[in-house]
């Protein structure tokens, strides 16, 4: 299933909305839309029900807002404070592996302590995007039953706040994190091992993202991995991780199994699917004027070349 | 098809044929049997009859032999001149992504010039393994009408003896490379034209080959790839790129369509599944061993790690 079904379960994201400036080998862009929760939910979006919870500055475009609205996600828990929007500076190597920033201004970030409505309480599923894991303790803390929740982090809460993320570890279903983070996150070198041992610190599954390498599933005792699919001309790798996992908690959100491992394979596949078209422009150009036909054509495609006739 | 059945086509291999002194992260060895040919026809042996064309010296020791022959490989053409084996000394980073080498003694290896037997002359399917592009084209002008044709080579020939190199790629239908090996033949940073700009170089079908991120096919104007099988405890990469080469010919020694993109995907993962078992132990360790039951569950289990159904 691929589409989005009245049957879906509502995801809520809560991570941050920002503007981008990017330089890649293939040009730049000055104060784009970007955002961990910008990336889930454009590509959430094209699953299930997705509403935002997060803050921008009054710099904010309103035609980022009106692409967001225009995509159907839910944007009434976006707020507005005084001040300028999270503002991301940086530009990667020509292979895509590093990222290198330059600026990272948090402005009204900062300030961001998110109270969730009456409505964002009840959402299906929760999606944590990379944001203090204090704060992902407490937005969890005014969840009502949520069936799924996921959560994403990086190095440097790993490194200053590990005992409030280990602690938000035992309540989650998924985990997303890059090769670096699984091997930080566990001091095991090896993935498999670090894999391993991130499902023991409490999610039912660990997906690990490798970039153009693919993304590896480990859970139920398992370990499935993808290839990415080959895009022949990448151009901006920002967000390729959350729309990966948009992609993923998307196809979720329609899964009657969300715990079943060939369920969170296909999950992985969509995720990677998804994926795909971000890297192919800046910012958020793919993603948003993405029809539903393109994307069943590359996930035909991609299961295609990834599919071994036994 | 995984066995070896009376129909296979016969493989002959030409290659080097080494003594291994090898360090890990795991252990060390010293004067390990080792070489392509030995890691290719060891591997292929399981699907198809393979002959080896090789040299050593008089300290190659008689158990070498006898572990080669009773694994059914056809080691007439491995010849015995004065002096010694060829000795390569080196080490791996923990993440066995890097091989550093700390010797490199040719020995009777630097005299070598095959020459085919009759029989050799008429195997149906040729394998160049990595030697000298020069003795590479040699060796192919003096075999009568080989069905296809595989060369592996390496960053040295392609620096040093590129002309003959290129003036070899027209002639063969696949070619093994590694990522950086594919960058320096081509010139371009991209794996994926890489692969694509290879194809214009004369082979039919392209592999490159990635370590523990799996692999890349190149054919019919198609990409596919695939991950590596996930191997726990990996102790010695030495000789998995060939082992992996071994398995893809072997399966395709088998196949009446060898250039059929669906084929080549499918012995991909023959080479996948053969290389994991290389990587489990030192020098041949694993593969001398190893049981076709093994093979197989190994092969279902890896299928079904990598199948998403769609």
């Not at 201004?105 to 203090?132: G, M, T, Y």
């Not at 715990?259 to 992985?268: P, R, S, V």
């Amino acid at each position: 299933m691929s589409t989005r079904s009245v049957k879906a379960s509502s995801i809520l994201v809560v991570g941050s909305v920002a503007l981008d400036s990017v330089e890649t080998a293939k040009g730049r862009v000055e104060r784009a839309l970007g955002g961990s929760s910008v990336y889930l939910s454009l590509s959430a979006v094209n699953f299930a029900p997705v509403s935002v919870v997060g803050v921008v500055g009054e710099d904010f475009p309103g035609e980022h807002r009106r692409l967001l609205e225009k995509r159907g996600v839910d944007i009434s828990g976006l707020k507005t404070l005084p001040g300028k929007t999270f503002h991301w500076q940086g530009s990667y190597t020509r292979d895509f592996r590093s990222a290198i920033t330059k600026k990272t201004e948090l402005n009204v970030f900062e300030k961001f302590r998110p109270e969730l409505s009456d409505a964002e309480c009840r959402a299906d599923i929760l999606f944590l995007a990379n944001i203090d894991p204090e704060l992902q303790l407490n937005v969890l803390s005014q969840m009502r039953r949520p069936r799924l929740v996921a959560c994403d982090t990086m190095n440097f809460w790993i490194e200053r706040k590990r005992p409030q993320l280990l602690k938000l570890l035992k309540k989650v279903d998924f985990i997303f994190v890059n090769e670096d983070e699984a091997r930080q996150l566990t001091g095991e070198h090896s993935l498999i091992l670090a894999g391993q041992n991130m499902l023991r610190l409490g999610p039912r599954a660990v997906l690990i993202k490798k970039g153009d390498y693919g993304a590896s599933l480990f859970a139920c005792g398992k370990m499935a991995g993808l290839c990415a699919y080959p895009v022949r001309d990448v151009v901006d790798t920002t967000g390729a991780g959350d729309t990966f996992g948009g992609g993923f908690m998307g196809y979720i959100a329609n899964s009657r199994r969300p715990h079943d491992f060939e369920e969170l394979k296909k999950a992985m596949a969509w995720g990677t699917v998804m994926s795909s078209f971000k890297v192919e422009a800046f910012s958020v150009k793919r993603l948003a004027s993405l029809k539903r036909p393109e994307i069943m054509r590359r996930w035909k495609e991609y299961i295609s070349l990834v599919t071994v006739r036994s």
